[in-house]
Each structure stands twice: as C-alpha cells, then as structure tokens.
C-alpha cells in the first residue's frame, strides 16, 4: 500500500503553541507491512534514551548534572503548565523563579510572561527592579518594544522607582525595533532624574542598536551629546563603533575610530578589537589588510586569544588559501591552542561548501578522534554538503548518527533536514520531521515555512502549499501575549 505524504490541509493549529503546526494523525494512511524503523523514529527513540539514566560508562558528576536537568526541566514544565492557567498563587520560590530564568534565557518571551504574571500573584512575591530588567532586556531582544514599554508601566504601578539598568533596558528595547525617537526620548527623561542620568554604557547600548540597525548616521550626534554632558567614551564603546563599521565594510571609519580610541590614552585596543579589525577584513576576502592589522596589534602588544585563530582560519578558508588555513591550525596546536568544536565546524563548513566531501569527512573523524563531539551545527554542515552533492543515502547516516547520539537538535537543524528532503521531492520524509520538530519543541521558523512551500509547489501540490502559508498567517496574528495590571 502507498503511503500518501502529509498535506498541508490536514494541519491543525495547537491552543499551547499558536505558532507551531500540528500534523494530525488523520492525515497519515499506514502500511500493513512491516517497515524498519525510519530516521525520524530512530530521533525519537534517542531523545527518550538521553531522557533516561544512563549506564555504566558515565561519570558521577554527569549523573549529577542529568538528574538536576531532569529536575528543574520538571519543575520548569510544571510551572508553565500552572501559568496557563493562572490558578494558582502558593508555588514555591525556587520552581517559579527557575522556570522564569528558563525562559528568559531561551528568549521565550510569552511563557516568561505568563510566568511572571503567576509570579506577580504569589502570596510572598515583592517587586524587583532586577526582574522588570531582565525582561525588557528579553522583549528588546525578541523585537517587542510594545510589551516593554507596558512592563516598564507596571513597574511604575507597584511604586518602584525605575534604576539606570531600567531605563538602559527600555532604550535598548526601542533601539533594537528602530523606535529611536523612543530612545532619545528615554534618555531625555533619564537626565531628568538624578540617580537616574544616562552614563557610559547606556550610550554604548543604543550606539549598539544604531549600529545593527545601520543607523550610523546617528552616532556622531551621540557622540557630540556624550561629549557635551563630560561623558568619555570607553573601551567598550570605541569597540562597539569598531564592530559595527567593519560589519557595514565601512573601513575609512572603521580604522579612524581606532586611531581616536589610541589617542583618547585612555580606552586602549584590546583583544575585541583585533578580533573586530580581522573579521572585518577576512569576511570580505581581504586576506593581505587582515595579515596587516594582525601584525600591527602584535605589534601593541595585543595577543591573540582562540577566537581569533578562529577567524583566520575561516577567512583562509573562504578565500580557497587551504594551506594557510592549515598552517594556523598547526601554529594554533604549537601553541597550544587546541582547536575546538568552533574550529572544527568551520573548516567542515568550508570542505562541505566547494563539494570537497572526501576531505570534509576527513575533518569530521579527525575530529571525532579527538574526542571532540559533534553538535547541531555539525550535523547541519554535513547534512547541507550532502544535500548539495546529491547524496541522500548519507544524510539518512548521518541522520542515525544523530539518533544514536546526546547532541541537542534545534531548529536550524531541521530546517537543514527538511530543506534537503524537499528539495529531493520526498515530501513525505519532510513532513514527518515537521511533525518530529512539534514533538521536540523546536518552533518552526520562517525559513521553515518557506522551504515546506517552496517543495509543495515544487511538486504541484498548489493548494498545499496555499493552505500552510494561510494557517502560518494565522498563526503569527494569533501569538500576542496580553499583560494585565491586575
């Protein structure tokens, strides 16, 4: 019997995860015969043994740090069931506050704001403004300005007093969406206040956001404002300009922000700024400016440090200079730089992307070898080559190797995953890992719905892929968060 590839009008939409896909189980007709288990079985097969204790071969301190895993993801997933809810008001400190952290640091904004919402109603809760910071720092990040600026009014409604670390927060928030009328806005108020006056790193921060933003027209009138309120600029700060410059390839400025940074005499080049000065040049393929600068901060007195030799040896690579790259990992080991997995995904990168297979592999169990352990980026690299050559049957390898592993899968990866079965017209494959990555809570991505549409219509299945883009829409316009003051 054939089995038919999941379509996109069989996708439902989840009430906990508005913006996941789930694939129902109605959708799918089964073989009566017997199959061997497919790689997306031998995923989950995995993922339940990296749940269980493990034998013999491991050590007391790794079986101390799975069963604290395994703890606090427990108690994490208690409480963002009870925040859902918002029933209850006697959790116990350490379980919100952990599944609060939690959040925050995998930038889940709406389950870290259900959770501080069920926070806010324990009996022993007492507003912090150490909290409200963490959280508008987290909403700055996931581009929510709005729900910032609704925080910061909460705060002010339980009779705080917002600190310099709040504001800095809310200027970033509005920085990092573009909303620099906000920003300066802000930092008007802040000088309003005298505990509260903007400083050194506050400036830094929306330097930072203009920066990312391409903004540069605005930093020279930050500067002139620093300048007139007595406010020097710090290392941080001229490394902040530096990095940014050297991204946009605006060199001139780049190099003149250096020479005013050494003759300020008191905010010297550091190693950043190396690192800033190399990448900037080697990612465009200007191989002799990056040898340059490299030898005139030896010449400071600056060393390099692993992320540097890094850098080199991905600028070497991506200009075809195989042997110097080679050389910086000899002269790395000579100085007992030991390469890391950073390094080693690098050059895999490197081999994958000029079809260079056999060497790529070469790498990878040299690597192996050394004890270092693949991880996702890894397996993205050489699910990616073999894509590109052709070869499906080492993905499916590659795939068991995963399988058979502890490696952490997230999104990226199966977006690789995916993106390789679609374009092999295997739409069945590619939507059993969609369904896989719901079942590892991996949120799909716009790079995930792109690559599902672009193989349905590959295929001729039109109307498939009409349906997944109208249900991905719904979705995103179905994933605000309501905060209450109550």
């Known amino acids: 019997m054939e089995i038919h590839p999941l379509v996109a009008s069989k996708l439902s939409w989840s ?13 799918i007709k089964v073989s009566s015969e017997p199959v061997p288990p497919s790689s997306v079985q ?61 959040a925050i640091g995998e930038n889940r904004w709406e389950t870290a704001l259900k959770i501080f919402g069920l926070l806010r109603k324990q009996q022993w809760y007492q507003p912090r403004c ?43 928030a509005y920085g990092l969406s573009g909303l620099f009328d906000k920003a300066f806005s802000m930092i008007e108020e802040m000088k309003s206040i005298s505990n509260c006056k903007p400083d050194v790193y506050t400036y830094s921060v929306l330097i930072n956001c203009c920066t990312k933003l391409h903004r540069f027209d605005l930093i020279e009138t930050i500067l002139d404002e620093m300048s007139y309120m007595g406010i020097e600029c710090g290392t941080v700060t001229y490394n902040t300009i530096i990095d940014g410059y050297g991204k946009a390839k605006m060199y001139e400025l780049m190099e003149s922000a250096l020479n005013e940074m050494i003759e300020s005499g008191s905010s010297l080049p550091d190693i950043f700024t190396l690192n800033s000065f190399l990448w900037a040049y080697g990612n465009d393929n200007q191989i002799e400016k990056m040898e340059k600068w490299y030898n005139e901060f030896q010449l400071m007195g600056i060393k390099p440090d692993i992320k540097t030799f890094n850098i080199m040896v991905r600028s070497y690579g991506k200009s075809g200079m195989y042997e110097k790259m080679e050389s910086v990992m000899q002269f790395m080991q000579k100085r007992f730089f030991s390469p890391t997995i950073v390094t080693f995904n690098i050059v895999i990168e490197i081999f994958g992307k000029v ?4 060497k790529m ?27 590109k050559a052709g070869n499906l049957s080492r993905i ?18 199966f977006n690789c995953v995916i993106n390789a079965y679609g374009q092999a017209g295997d739409v069945e494959k590619m939507d059993e890992f969609f369904l896989e990555m719901k079942e590892t809570k991996c949120k799909p991505d716009n790079i995930t719905f792109a690559t599902m549409i672009q193989a349905y ?16 829409f719904t979705a995103r316009e179905n994933s605000g968060t309501r905060l209450s003051l109550v």
């Open 457 to 472: 219509n590959a295929q001729g299945m039109i109307e498939a892929a009409e349906d997944l883009e109208s249900k991905m």
């Open 130 to 172: 150490q909290t409200y910071t963490k959280l508008i720092v987290m909403l700055g990040k996931c581009k929510q300005p709005e729900k910032a600026s609704l925080l910061f009014e909460i705060l002010l409604s339980e009779g705080l007093s917002p600190t310099i670390d709040v504001y800095t927060a809310l200027v970033s």
């Open 15 to 27: 009430s906990s995860f508005p913006s996941f896909l789930t694939l129902t189980k109605h959708s």
């Open 355 to 358: 079809g260079n297979i056999e």
């Open 361 to 387: 592999e070469e790498v990878f169990q040299k690597m192996k070898h050394q004890g270092m352990k693949p991880n996702s980026i890894t397996y993205c690299s050489l699910v990616n080559s073999y894509n």
């Open 42 to 102: 031998l995923l989950k097969a995995a993922k339940k043994r990296s749940l269980a204790p493990s034998s013999k071969g491991l050590q007391k301190e790794t079986k101390k740090d799975l069963s604290r895993i395994l703890r606090t993801e427990a108690a994490v997933k208690a409480v963002e069931r009870k925040a859902v809810s918002g029933k209850s008001n006697r959790l116990w400190p350490k379980a919100i506050l952990e599944a609060l952290v939690d």
């Open 396 to 413: 499916d390898c590659i795939l068991r190797q995963v399988a058979n592993s502890d490696v952490v899968l997230d999104t990226p990866f």
